[in-house]
């Protein structure tokens, strides 16, 4: 099985920006865990981050044409804006879960909205970085 996991804006700066709502993990530890989770179930994970939405687009649309299993997404601030991401993610048969390291639900109204939860499969929040794990497992027990 294929997956890939994509990070959305401000993703590369964990373990420094906010900790107190984000936590001290690096990207670079998600990568690394979620990749070792992989190993262990029998799936490749290839893992991206991105500052720039039309890049993240690209991806998604690569996830369809390399034939990618399923797509991990936190989107981060794109989660409230992208209209395209949300129609990238429509446009392909690859099914997606969102994953949100805070709960968008306790947070400032304006991140009760997201443009991506209605196109894809789940969403999975305010579990901390362990919301990627839940995924990956999700997609590979399912």
Request: proline share 4%; aromatic share 6%; net charge negative.
């Amino acid at each position: 099985m294929k997956i890939m996991c994509l990070n959305g804006p401000n993703l590369n700066r964990l373990g420094k920006r906010e900790p107190e709502i984000y936590g001290s993990e690096t990207l670079e530890d998600v990568k690394q865990s979620l990749i070792a989770v992989g190993k262990e179930l029998g799936a490749e994970v290839d893992f991206r981050q991105s500052n720039h939405e039309g890049e993240l687009v690209d991806w998604i649309h690569e996830a369809e044409d390399e034939r990618y299993d399923a797509i991990i997404i936190n989107p981060a601030a794109y989660t409230h804006t992208s209209v395209a991401l949300r129609d990238a993610l429509a446009g392909i048969t690859v099914p997606a879960i969102e994953v949100h390291i805070s709960n968008i639900h306790k947070r400032e109204t304006f991140r009760h909205h997201s443009y991506l939860a209605p196109v894809c499969v789940g969403q999975i929040c305010g579990l901390g970085t362990k919301g990627y794990e839940l995924a990956l497992r999700s997609f590979v027990q399912a």
